[in-house]
Structure formats: structure tokens, C-alpha cells
């Protein structure tokens, strides 16, 4: 088992990627910390995942209020668990032109995809100190990666997550901490559900693979990242887009 015993906190773990990311994670042995602003499908989720070693864990965290990513880290060590991985799943895509988008969205784009990704990491550090070791895992976005039409606000908070990624990489290797990101392409999850058909249909054909993404292909790299397969990757983003051309 690649992750047998080891603490994973996955932040928006209650669906679609963050979920399938859960699944695949305690298929192969890890201690799920899952984490989500709706503790009913958080529960729920878990209630499905094998239980190998210790039982799961639910946590209500929404990723842009410090004082709860605060007490999830604080309540974790004070119980003496210590994470191993973190996956910065959590975010939030709205489409609006530059002309158009009001303040708030701004605020609230940003303060979920990139603090919201910023704060967690910075509480997991301590964990990974007392392991010796530690895998991030944030997810970012071929929009950050590439751009796209009307979505410079979502692009430029999923770019932010690539600068992010770089640089704490750097910062972090040489406490064998590696730091990593996925850039997914057009992925079917509830993210993609309410998007503009015409829209929908163009993103479709630009996918060489022709097929949308499953959340399990970008699960598949998540583990991928958190296990020892990668121990000697950090720095990097991985494209997880079935050759998408934007
Ligand atoms: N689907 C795609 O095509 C695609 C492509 C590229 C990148 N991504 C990225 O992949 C990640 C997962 O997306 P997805 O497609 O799985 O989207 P999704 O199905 O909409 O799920 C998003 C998850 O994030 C959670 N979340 C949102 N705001 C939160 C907050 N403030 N605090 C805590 N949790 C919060 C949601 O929880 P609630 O139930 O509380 O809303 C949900 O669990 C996102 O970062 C997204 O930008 C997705």
C-alpha cells in the first residue's frame, strides 16, 4: 500500500475531485483528514472509505477563515496527529470579463483558491517538521497555466498557486517537504456543471483524448505526489488535461 498509515488532509474533500482524491488515498492504507465547509457530506463521503489502520477524520474548515484552518491544526496536534500530506483541493470558478467583475468576487476568488491554499500549507509545515518529511499538493488549473477567455480573475488565482508552488518548493526541500501542483484541464465535476453550453462544447473538442477528465485521473497523480513514488519530485506542475489545447 503506498500510503499505508499516513495522515492525509485534504481541504474541499466533500465531492468531485476532492472526493475521488479521499477515496483513492484510503484505498491505498492512508488516515483520510477530511475537511469542507458541509460536515453532512463530509461525513457522508467517509462513511464509504475503508478503515485499514485508525478511523477517519472530519473536520468543518472553510479554507478562507483563518480561525478555523487555526483550530483544525491546533485540535490535530494537540491529539498528537501529525500530517504527512496536505492536498489544497478547495476552490471556487467564476467566470466574469475584467469590465465586468465586481470587488467582492475578487476578494471572495482569491481568498478561497489562493489564501485558501496559502494558510493550510503554512499550518502543515509544523506537522511535517515532527515527521521528517511532508508532500503539498495544490491544485492549480490549465487556465492558470495557459489563460482562458473571460477568466482572468479564476486564471490569475490559479497562476498565483504556480508561483506559490515554485517558490515554497525551494524553500522547503531542504527539509525534505516536497511542494507540488496539478494542473487540471476540463475535469466533469460540479465545477464544470453550470458552465455556458457553447462554452462547454468548445472546451470539449479542444481535448485531444477526446473525453472529459474523470476526478480519478487527477486522483491518480494526487497519489502519484503524496507517496514515495515521488520522493525525489517537488517544484513541479503536472498537467492532468488528456492533451487539451486552449
Ligand atoms: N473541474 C475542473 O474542470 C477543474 C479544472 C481545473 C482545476 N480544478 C480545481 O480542482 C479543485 C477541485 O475542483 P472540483 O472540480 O472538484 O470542484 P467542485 O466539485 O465544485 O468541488 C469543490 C470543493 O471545494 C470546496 N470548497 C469551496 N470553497 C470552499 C471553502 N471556502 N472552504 C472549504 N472548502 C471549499 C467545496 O465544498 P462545498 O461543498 O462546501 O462547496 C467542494 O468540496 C479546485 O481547486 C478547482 O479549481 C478543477
Not at 467564476?94 to 481568498?111: P, S, W
Not at 521528517?132 to 480573475?153: A, D, F, M, P, V
Amino acid at each position: 500500500m503506498l500510503l499505508r498509515d499516513k495522515f492525509c488532509l485534504i481541504t474541499g474533500a466533500s465531492k468531485g475531485i476532492g472526493k475521488a482524491i479521499s477515496e483513492i488515498f484510503a484505498k491505498e492504507g492512508a488516515i483520510i483528514i477530511a475537511t469542507g465547509r458541509d460536515l453532512e457530506s463530509l461525513n457522508l463521503m467517509v462513511s464509504d472509505l475503508p478503515v485499514y489502520s485508525a478511523p477517519h477524520l472530519v473536520f468543518k474548515m472553510d479554507v478562507t477563515k483563518e480561525e478555523d484552518v487555526l483550530r483544525v491544526f491546533n485540535e490535530l496536534s494537540q491529539n498528537k496527529i501529525f500530517i504527512h500530506c496536505i492536498v489544497n483541493n478547495a476552490g471556487i470558478m467564476e467566470d466574469a470579463t475584467l469590465q465586468m467583475v465586481k470587488t467582492d468576487l475578487i476578494h471572495k476568488i482569491y481568498n478561497t483558491n489562493v489564501l485558501g491554499t496559502i494558510l493550510p500549507s503554512q499550518n502543515a509545515i509544523k506537522h511535517f517538521l515532527r515527521n521528517r518529511c511532508g508532500s503539498i499538493i495544490n491544485l492549480s488549473s490549465i487556465i492558470g497555466t495557459k489563460g482562458n477567455l473571460g477568466q482572468s480573475i479564476y486564471g490569475s488565482s490559479k497562476s498565483a498557486i504556480i508561483g506559490f508552488t515554485k517558490s515554497l518548493s525551494k524553500e522547503l526541500a531542504p527539509l525534505n517537504i516536497r511542494v507540488n501542483a496539478i494542473a487540471p484541464g476540463f475535469i466533469d465535476t460540479d465545477m464544470i456543471k453550470g458552465m455556458d453550453q457553447k462554452f462547454y462544447e468548445k472546451n470539449l473538442k479542444a481535448i485531444g483524448m477526446r473525453r472529459l477528465g474523470k476526478p480519478e485521473d487527477v486522483a491518480k497523480v494526487a497519489l502519484f505526489l503524496a507517496s514515495d513514488l515521488s520522493e525525489y519530485v517537488t517544484g513541479q506542475i503536472i498537467g492532468v488535461d488528456g492533451g487539451m489545447i486552449i
